[in-house]
């Protein structure tokens, strides 16, 4: 009986540790790209950096793809460049920069000022039958040592804040607004709130205080208690434009006092219907489309140029790379201005290799129905007991063929033939039995 006991003890433990192995949410690194900067803006991984890609492709998680540039030593922050976790930047005087995460969260850092990006996932609970699709959700936080932030993250519909803004003094946890933060060396902490709700507790502390839209706090160092006040009215909140940014002011032509300088046009960047996030396979191309003015400006996509024809209307084909999400940089530079714009490809994996997942070798059906699915090269055929099932575009094939309906072992021999008429055959017997 101790050794029945032990084995059933044995077998409930194992099973214990591997219910959460199935449970568990897909976390992928997610990176920001630059899509606007001004003036004196450095880059550098922190000091503190620790080596977390290895452990990554150990859990599974696949690692961000960030600027290959940036080093433990300071560097230049440049327009399109791409930052991921335990980034540092910094602003000198009459500097800003806009970092634009794949998930929509908008970050401005004004001059003078010191932020590290100290988290950046997305976070996509395991699905379950039945249920549809989950919601991936951006986990991140933002540490600002000194210095002024806006931040704008968008309306997230799970109840738990995902995305936190740092200070020396104070924790915000945000659902979805638009938040001001302003941090003195050794000294306070200023948050003001619009469009939504925060929660801020000081550093340390674990009991959060609701801050709502047009509310403001002030945390002070070893602060115990959130003291919420009203913003005042006259209070006029700052832009997530930088000072750069603004149209030049009009100016008259010296051939003509009713004509504009073209160079005060603002720089218009319009992608049209494309999606924030296009899916595709391995090896296609996803071509980018839309229209610049003026039509002098420069376009790019991922550092690959495209000229504007004369009406600003603009096409470029990029490859896409192996299966993963990848940021798409679409950038507009004039001779004044410069704007950008992010957008997300999905790579699906494109299974190649010849494989028959079912039917297993001596499988038993109680109807005389047996499910044939594997993967293959895309584009293949393959013909089971008079069925022809076509191969999917990421190499998957699935159909149910019918067998003869007498009970008893039935040979099913599965021929898989390529674009070029190369054929595998494989076979497996079943066999059917009626309940």
Not at 22 to 34: S, W, Y
Request: proline share 5%; charged share 25%; glycine share 8%.
């Amino acid at each position: 009986m101790s050794v029945l006991r032990n084995k059933v003890f044995v077998s409930l433990l194992v099973m214990a540790v591997s219910l959460p192995l199935f449970a568990a949410d897909i976390v992928e690194e997610r990176v920001c790209t630059v899509t606007g900067v001004m003036g004196k803006v450095q880059v550098r991984y922190s000091p503190n950096l620790k080596i977390r890609r290895e452990k990554a492709v150990a859990k599974g998680m696949g690692a961000a793809h960030v600027s290959g540039s940036i080093t433990e030593e300071w560097s230049d922050l440049r327009m399109g460049m791409v930052v991921g976790e335990r980034c540092e930047i910094k602003t000198g005087p009459e500097s800003e920069v806009r970092l634009e995460a794949i998930d929509g969260a908008v970050v401005k850092v004004e001059e003078n000022s010191l932020v590290e990006v100290a988290l950046l996932q997305a976070v996509t609970p395991k699905a379950r039958a039945k249920d549809p699709a989950p919601e991936t959700t951006l986990n991140a936080k933002f540490k600002i040592f000194y210095g002024n932030l806006i931040g704008n993250v968008k309306k997230l519909t799970r109840e738990s804040p995902d995305v936190r803004f740092e200070t020396p003094t104070a924790l915000a946890a945000i659902r979805g607004t638009v938040i001001e933060v302003e941090v003195g060396r050794n000294t306070n902490t200023l948050m003001r709130v619009f469009d939504g709700t925060i929660q801020v507790a000081p550093i340390g502390r674990k009991r959060f205080v609701d801050v709502n839209d047009w509310q403001m706090v002030d945390v002070a160092p070893k602060q115990k208690v959130i003291v919420v006040r009203n913003i005042p009215r006259w209070y006029k909140r700052k832009s997530l434009r930088l000072k750069g940014e603004k149209a030049a002011s009009n100016k008259k032509s010296k051939k003509s006092d009713k004509s504009k300088d073209p160079v005060a046009v603002k720089l218009r960047l319009d992608l049209g219907d494309i999606p924030d996030t296009l899916s595709c396979y391995a090896g296609d191309t996803v071509n980018i489309e839309g229209v610049v003015a003026p039509a002098s400006a420069k376009i790019s996509v991922n550092g690959v140029a495209a000229v504007p024809g004369k009406n600003g209307a603009f096409k470029v084909s990029v490859p896409a790379p192996d299966s993963g999400i990848f940021p798409l940089n679409i950038v507009a530079e004039s001779e004044t201005m410069a704007e950008a714009v992010v957008r997300t490809m999905r790579v699906a994996h494109v299974h190649t290799a010849v494989r028959l997942i079912t039917p297993a070798e001596g499988d038993v059906v109680k109807k005389p129905v047996v499910l044939i699915s594997g993967t293959a090269e895309p584009g293949s055929k393959v013909n089971v007991l008079g069925v022809t099932l076509n191969v999917n575009r990421d190499g998957t094939f699935s159909g149910e063929v019918g067998i003869p309906p007498r009970e008893g072992t039935v040979k099913v021999q599965v021929e898989i033939v390529n674009k070029d008429d190369a054929a595998v055959w494989i076979e497996r017997n079943v066999r059917y039995k009626k309940k």
